[in-house]
């Protein structure tokens, strides 16, 4: 069984920095996109950054310039620090990533989800 573990959520003022961090763990033959996703209260999921198995990224215009999505793929890890931090970031944070296992695939695998919380 694949499976996604997140940490590093939190409470921060404005304009502080967190980092999350996400790492798979299971019969892992290959993972190719990692990426983040949010939700807040009352809205839909949506994508953050996302990081390719090539080292390119995407990020949705509200967080360019103050989040970094990064992977280390010797771990099977994805990061996303996050600076400059405002109240409307504050939402449930998931790990996302496409991965080859064991099983027919590749699957799109869901960590179990991180709070952050930025207050004003």
């Known amino acids: 069984q694949v499976q996604l573990v997140e940490s590093g959520g939190g409470l921060v003022q404005a304009g502080g920095s967190l980092r999350l961090s996400c790492a798979a763990s299971g019969s892992i033959f290959s993972i190719n996109h990692m990426g983040w996703y949010r939700q807040a209260p009352g809205k839909q999921r949506e994508l953050v950054a996302i990081i390719f198995s090539g080292g390119s990224t995407n990020y949705v215009d509200s967080v360019k310039g103050r989040f970094t999505i990064s992977r280390d793929n010797a771990k099977n890890a994805v990061y996303l620090q996050m600076n400059s931090l405002k109240p409307e970031d504050t939402a449930v944070y998931y790990c996302?990533?496409?991965?080859?296992?064991?099983?027919?695939?590749?699957?799109?695998?869901w960590g179990q989800g991180t709070q952050v919380t930025v207050s004003s």
């Open positions: 996302n990533a496409q991965i080859t296992s064991s099983l027919p695939g590749p699957y799109n695998y």
